[in-house]
């Protein structure tokens, strides 16, 4: 089920990459077109708005530098493997981690996953329906594995979340590619290593209340035994 897992991540970024590059190809055709048009002098007596209109986008991701773009792909690189790894870490801890530490953790993966996927999206791209399609589909694909050891409301819970998180996060990065899209992107990073680290300690603290109480457990028929040899020899 991990290969199945790991598997299932790699499709999802390399579909990641390819809708963004489809989305900017899609783009910067009318871009092309415009600034074709200005050269010849043909578009000159069009007024302003009818001429700056169309390359909005293209001009936000212009004031971008190369090394925005670049903590834009290392940021959603860094949120995809970090996404991976805790989802694989609560899977192997399904058997003995409670049900509700479970529960928390494929919401917390799902949700922070998809918020995070979406507004880098939102802002690589600036447009709402590939980024929501991405965020949307990644999150719950996430929720879904890490709640998949505990039951079908985990897994339920889990894809709600990646639902939610998906639409907020394209939604935030449309609207914050306008103004400082860079920051925000970092500061979404910062949440989402902050809320990692207690999501962290949950899954180690269960998975050790887990393994104790297997432990008590097994080791009850040994203390029966004990008892009553103690018994039959006080007789």
Known sequence: MNKK?????????LLLFGMMNEAHAQQSKPIRGIAAAE????????????????SVTAVQRAADSPGALAAYV???LAV?????LMTLKVRRSGAILPAMSGMMAAMSI??????LIGTIAGVMIGEMLIPTVIAVACGMLAGYFAGGPFG?????DGMLAGLMGGLMGA?????????????MVLFLDLVFFIVLIPLYVLVNEGRRV??????????EPVKMELAVMESDSVR
């Open 5 to 13: 897992l790991v598997y299932a991540w790699v499709l999802g970024l």
């Open 39 to 54: 050269h010849s002098g043909h578009m000159s007596s069009g007024t302003p708005s009818e001429t700056a209109a169309p």
């Open 74 to 76: 290392a940021s959603l």
């Open 80 to 84: 995809g493997l970090a996404s991976l």
């Open 110 to 115: 799902g949700m922070l996953a998809s918020l």
């Open 152 to 156: 079908l409301l985990a897994s339920m």
């Open 171 to 183: 939604m935030l990065g449309v609207m914050a590619a306008g103004e400082h899209p860079l920051g």
């Open 210 to 219: 887990g393994e104790a109480a297997d432990l008590e457990l097994a080791n």
